[in-house]
């Protein structure tokens, strides 16, 4: 069997110029100097920094599966160090996302957000990454949606033999802290009913029932309630394979 390859997406604001705009490009620069130098430890095999509006987002590649805590204390390193900047240039919302003084193991209840999807790598593997700013979770359920439940909008559903088998789909309650597992098409109008309460349900994962793997991951922190105050919106990012039996 082939190695599994992670795709992890880990986002934060840290501060940003002229209120929530964008990170100030030092921060950026300061972000990919973290994940240069793990790369070169070996401990990732590649990176990709970028942003949308205040939001910076580290993705990352590597050979470690979910939840690795080497892999997150990158993200958390990377995230300090563009703090520190943040503060020595005043910035608004300076460390704004990093809601602990220590990093425990893993990002998840720390600030940060994040979206990961371990999978068997096919010999041509495209893969879409969505980021967002200034919304929450549920800002991706209808167009996620749309792509995996409705044949008028991906035809594959329809004439596809893998994409005819459906999928198996995550909701959260992000709010409550439960999750639910439906299955495409026999639960899609189940599966719609809760995805209508934006405010509460929001879809987490997205998974084949061919036998392909993970299609689609997406991160369901809500900042507010990890703080246990307004910090925030949750500004989710989305994680998605296409074509052969996926959406394309």
């Known amino acids: 069997m082939a190695e599994k390859v992670t795709i992890s997406v880990i986002k934060a604001d840290v501060g940003s110029v002229c209120g929530h705009t964008r990170p100030h490009p030092s921060m950026i620069e300061k972000c990919k100097e973290v994940l240069a130098d793990r790369a070169?430890?070996?401990?990732?095999?590649?990176?990709?920094?970028?942003?949308?509006?205040?939001?910076?987002?580290?993705?990352?590649?590597?050979?470690?599966?979910?939840?690795?805590?080497?892999?997150?204390?990158?993200?958390?390193?990377?995230?300090?160090?563009a703090t520190k900047l943040a503060k020595a240039m005043h910035l608004y919302g300076a460390g704004q996302d990093i809601l602990t003084d220590a990093f425990s193991g893993n990002i998840k209840g720390a600030g940060p957000g994040s979206a990961e999807m371990t999978f068997e790598e096919r010999p041509a593997e495209p893969v879409i990454c969505f980021m967002a700013d200034?919304?929450?979770?549920?800002?991706?359920?209808?167009?996620?949606?749309?792509?995996?439940?409705?044949?008028?909008?991906?035809?594959?559903?329809?004439?596809?033999?893998?994409?005819?088998?459906?999928?198996?789909?995550?909701?959260?309650?992000?709010?409550?802290?439960?999750?639910?597992?439906?299955?495409?098409?026999?639960?899609?109008?189940?599966?719609?009913?809760?995805?209508?309460?934006?405010?509460?349900?929001?879809?987490?994962?997205?998974?084949?029932?061919?036998?392909?793997?993970?299609?689609?991951?997406?991160?369901?922190d809500k900042l507010n309630l990890t703080a246990g105050n307004y910090i925030g919106k949750d500004d989710p990012v989305c994680i998605c394979r296409a074509q052969s039996g996926l959406p394309s």
């Open 134 to 220: 200034k919304t929450e979770p549920a800002a991706y359920s209808l167009p996620l949606a749309r792509i995996f439940l409705d044949p008028f909008t991906t035809t594959g559903l329809v004439i596809d033999k893998k994409a005819k088998m459906g999928f198996d789909v995550e909701i959260h309650d992000v709010l409550d802290n439960k999750r639910v597992v439906m299955s495409s098409p026999e639960e899609t109008l189940s599966i719609l009913s809760l995805l209508g309460d934006t405010s509460r349900y929001a879809i987490k994962r997205i998974c084949s029932r061919a036998g392909i793997g993970p299609a689609c991951v997406v991160s369901t």
């Open 40 to 81: 070169k430890q070996g401990i990732i095999e590649d990176y990709y920094v970028t942003r949308v509006g205040d939001e910076i987002n580290l993705f990352i590649t590597h050979f470690k599966g979910d939840n690795n805590k080497e892999v997150h204390q990158i993200g958390w390193d990377a995230f300090t160090e």
